[in-house]
């Protein structure tokens, strides 16, 4: 065994005597089997394990134990041949080739289990080293002694410990004796006390690994809680930044479309405005509406006051009596379209034999600058 104490343990009685004795649970069981069959007849066996210091303390492990096969008694007394014990030490070295021989069990139906002379003699004739063991357990009253030999004699002990782990040895030496022994493997694993302690064992494991799994999930639900508050802190910050960024995109796109619609109206006006000389893109002010009048006026006469050739008399009259009956057409259907020199005050002079009808024409048609006309725009007559 490794230099340190067994972790699963239960004690029997008060142990505070030394040496402090372990005996292992697979053990604790065979002897109380052999109590339970010794009918009439004693039982004994060999205990088996290692010492051990642990930190100072002097410990003795019971990790096995071999049957006595013939106990014989006489009265009150018991004792065991020479033959009987050396087959039991050789059954020790086969099962437990590593271990040695700590001490004996006994136990005697019917009698009430003491120390007495007898029993100090036989341990002497056999144990010689000190801290070796003797055990006696009454079957029916399910008392039990631990004895230890210190200063050549057996002391009493006020108590030991049941420890728990694997131990194979044990569990290959009751099955392959289990006749002999009269002990099944079936009923190895019927110790209540032993059930009950695994059980107990088992239990404090499982409620510990469910605080570790509650601790597991409690940690990850809180982690869970600040990640969900942080977004949700984080998405609002960001709403409020796209908010924002949102107004300023519907501000900018207002004042990109109020620009763009400027700038096609000054476009379509510009584009459209023809000059006195037929050129496209320039505007035509009053000023010069009032030469391309003039112009046209004198245009019709000769610079020496002759009159022009009959011909182009004719093609002036043909244009005049044209643009007439097309004046009157839009007219008689409250559209005019913009000529050549037209000026509001002109059209509603036209129109109406006044120039009173400017206003209205421009209100008509959503005009802000009457001068602002261009040849060929129809105007819708109030």
């Known amino acids: 065994m490794e230099n340190q104490f067994p972790k699963n343990v239960r004690q029997i009685g008060n142990v505070s005597d030394i040496p402090k004795v372990y005996v292992e649970d697979y053990v604790d069981t065979f002897l109380n089997q052999l109590c339970e069959r010794a009918e009439d007849k004693p039982a004994g066996a060999l205990l088996v394990g290692t010492r051990e210091d642990m930190d100072g303390t002097d410990c003795v492990y019971v990790s096995g134990a071999v ?14 041949s020479g033959e009987m014990w050396k087959q039991a030490e050789k059954d020790a070295g086969a099962f437990f080739p590593e271990k040695e021989v700590l001490g004996w069990f006994l136990t005697v139906p019917g009698q009430t289990m003491r120390l007495n002379n007898n029993l100090e003699r036989i341990h002497e004739q056999h144990f010689t080293a000190a801290e070796t063991l003797l055990v ?3 079957a029916e009253e399910k008392d039990e002694l631990f004895f230890a030999y210190k200063f ?12 728990y782990e694997r131990n194979p040895e044990m569990q290959n030496y009751m099955i392959a004796n289990r006749k002999k022994n009269g002990v099944t493997p079936g009923e190895i694993v019927e110790d209540k006390a032993a059930k009950n302690f695994r059980h107990i064992v088992r239990e404090r494991f499982e409620v510990q690994e469910q605080k570790k799994n509650a601790r597991f999930m409690y940690a990850m639900s809180i982690s869970l809680v600040l990640i969900v508050l942080i977004a949700g802190v984080t998405m609002i910050n960001n709403y409020d930044k796209m ?3 949102q107004s300023s995109l519907d501000s900018l796109q207002q004042t990109v479309a109020g620009e763009g619609g400027e700038e096609e109206e000054t476009v379509a006006t510009s ?13 035509t002010s009053p000023d010069d509406e ?10 019709s006469q000769s610079t020496d006051g002759e009159t022009p050739d009959s011909e182009s008399t004719e093609g002036s009259q043909d244009t005049s009596g044209e643009d007439a009956v097309s004046t009157m057409q839009e007219m008689s ?27 209205a024409i421009c209100r008509m048609n959503g005009l802000s600058d009457g001068n602002l006309i261009f040849i060929g725009q129809k105007l819708l007559l109030p």
Not at 67 to 80: L, N, P, T
Not at 152 to 163: A, P, Q, R
């Open 67 to 80: 049957r006595i096969e013939e106990i014989g008694q006489e009265g009150a007394d018991v004792f065991v």
């Open 136 to 138: 006696l357990r009454d």
């Open 152 to 163: 050549k004699e057996l002391m009493l002990l006020g108590g030991h410990y049941i420890y």
């Open 243 to 245: 908010q924002a960024v």
């Open 271 to 283: 584009g459209t405005v023809t000059s006195d000389t037929g050129s496209a893109g320039e505007k």
């Open 290 to 299: 009032a030469l391309n009048a003039d112009s046209q006026g004198t245009d």
């Open 333 to 359: 259907e409250d559209i005019y379209i913009v000529e050549k020199g037209d000026t509001l005050a002109k059209i509603s002079q036209k129109v109406y034999g006044d120039t009173s009808h400017v206003d």
